[in-house]
């Protein structure tokens, strides 16, 4: 399956331990449209067969990016 989604850059940062919880991803994409958004998700759930939380790098507010900041893993 050819994907055309453009990221920038994926960051994961991890908000629970627990095997089965979400994932939570931190993303900047080339062309940040709601479908590339959602078709991003979509496939990203798909191929880790669970629920995945995306947020926008620039929707995050400042107070909390020093805490992502130390959580984040770059992919």
């Known amino acids: 399956m050819q994907h055309q989604i453009s990221p920038n850059g994926r960051r994961k940062f991890p908000l629970s331990a627990n095997a089965e919880s979400d994932v939570d991803i931190l993303v900047e994409l080339a062309e ?4 590339h958004f959602m078709d991003l998700k979509f496939y990203l759930e798909e191929i880790l067969n669970r629920s995945v939380d995306l947020v926008m790098a620039d929707t995050v507010k400042p107070r909390l990016r020093p805490i992502i900041g130390k959580e984040v893993v770059y992919a």
Do not use: I
Not at 32 to 35: H, K, R, S
């Open 32 to 35: 940040p449209t709601f479908d």
